[in-house]
């Protein structure tokens, strides 16, 4: 399996981003995914997860620190997740991380995924 995040860059604060994740090499719409970031000198700190497709549709889970700001998506059609990150802050400013979860299930913890992207760099300006 290998994750292939993109889109990451220098954004002005309250401006939008989308991060993506590619995905290849394992059955995508089985699992759930996440979304994880690291500022420097910082641990690493859960984002959002989405968990499968359901007859229901899908589940997400949001950090409280990014709740109402960002958005987590999935396309399985194109084995790719997305975070949309609306009005960011400063405080934002991170590697983002995609990760593909053991399960199906929304979970929120770095333990709970086995598959992990390189990382793209946010930077959000003041």
């Known amino acids: 399996v290998q994750l292939q995040a993109s889109g990451g860059g220098l954004v002005q604060a309250g401006g939008s981003l989308r991060l993506s994740c590619a995905a290849s090499?394992?059955?995508?719409?089985?699992?759930?995914m996440g979304w994880f970031r690291q500022a420097p000198g910082k641990e690493r700190e859960f984002v959002a997860a989405?968990?499968?497709?359901?007859?229901?549709?899908?589940?997400?889970d949001y950090a409280d620190s990014v709740k109402g700001r960002f958005t987590i998506s999935r396309d399985n059609a194109k084995n790719t997740v997305y975070l949309q990150m609306n009005s960011p802050k400063p405080e934002d400013t991170a590697a983002y991380y995609c990760?593909?979860?053991?399960?199906?299930?929304?979970?929120?913890?770095?333990?709970?995924?086995?598959?992990w992207g390189q990382g793209t760099l946010v930077t959000v300006s003041s």
């Open positions: 990760a593909r979860a053991r399960g199906s299930w929304v979970v929120v913890t770095t333990r709970q995924y086995d598959y």
């Open positions: 090499g394992g059955n995508f719409d089985s699992y759930a």
């Open positions: 989405i968990s499968v497709i359901m007859w229901s549709g899908t589940s997400t």
